[in-house]
């Protein structure tokens, strides 16, 4: 494993961790798994479908805004590989406790992802949009797609998900 992976793992971990483990006082923690069909275009000829699983994490100042991590595979008919990213989350819709009415919080994120296997490592930059529906108080239903763009001489990779999830406070 090079030196980026495992920083791009343990950068990951410590967001993850942080979101569950402890909120400042003003911010809320969510933590969420999540998975659904993937599949991956570019400069080759034929595209190929996959999936992706992942877990991961937000902190979030005043339910809104902050920042995430993100750890996962996509996995493939005859690769994968491992996912890991950081990012900028924006929630349109504040994701705190409330009435019943702003049970739906709609979200951007975006920000740097680091993708390797056993082959070796490269480094791309995803956005995404999604929405967590809280179905209680704790506990909701995390929708998203996900987009990651690896740059590539031969011409861009995207590497596209539909997910669908838990998501927890």
Known sequence: MTKWARVAIVSTLA???AAITAAPAGAQALGYGIAGPAGYTGFFENPSLAVHAAGGGEILARGRFGAAGEFGILAGPNSGLF???ANGVLHFVPSVATPIRTRISPFITGGYTRMFSGEGGF???NIGAGADI????RVGLRLDVRD???PDRRGDVHYWTFRAGVVFR
């Not at 809280?134 to 108080?137: F, I, Q």
């Open 15 to 17: 967001v993850v961790a």
């Open 134 to 137: 809280w179905l209680k108080p």
């Open 83 to 85: 996912i890991t990213s």
């Open 148 to 150: 990651h763009l690896r």
């Open 123 to 125: 480094d791309a930059w």
